[in-house]
């Protein structure tokens, strides 16, 4: 009893380990293309196979971005005193991606299955969000004198039926 108990927990893990395996996205922020693996998708919205199945043409995917900078600037009051402020910005960026389902049908118990996504580009206009990099002007001059990026992020996100899912 203890040998088959052990045996099926260790198959059963070779087993969970072989399908995270098989997910795969790879993705190229530059211009928007890549390929998105089914299971990726169907992990990140909970999906069986199944529901995949049925809600493939309706899955949809975007690119969201942050970038959070430390603006350094020189600043000069109207009597001529000079003060250094730094101030940090962040903005974010939201950018459609256009994908449709991968090829290579198959077969599978009488029905055809995907292997996922093709990742084709960019669509539309990016939404940007934040404020403008530069020295807030002040009753005198301002120069920016340093611009540091603090922190940057970004990921791949399926979007069904209005909602966002980070795929990992």
């Not at 996205?25 to 693996?37: H, P, R």
């Not at 990742?119 to 404020?131: A, H, S």
């Amino acid at each position: 009893m203890k040998k088959s108990l052990l045996a099926l927990v260790v198959t059963g893990l070779m087993l969970s380990s072989a399908g995270q395996a098989l997910a795969a996205v790879t993705f190229n922020a530059d211009d928007g293309t890549g390929f998105v693996g089914k299971g990726d998708v169907q992990l990140a919205l909970g999906w069986s196979n199944a529901q995949l199945q049925a809600n493939a043409a309706a899955v949809g995917f975007s690119y969201d971005s942050s970038e959070t900078y430390e603006v350094t600037c020189y600043w000069e009051t109207t009597t001529g005193q000079g003060n250094i402020i730094k101030h940090t910005v962040t903005n974010k960026k939201s950018q459609g991606v256009a994908g449709s389902v991968a090829g290579d049908p198959r077969q599978v118990k009488g029905q055809k299955q995907f292997t996922g996504f093709n990742l084709t580009g960019y669509v539309g206009d990016p939404v940007v969000t934040g404020g403008a990099i530069n020295c807030p002007q002040g009753g005198g001059s301002a120069e920016m004198i340093g611009l540091e990026l603090l922190e940057a992020s970004g990921g791949l996100f399926a979007i069904f039926d209005g909602q966002s899912y980070l795929l990992d």
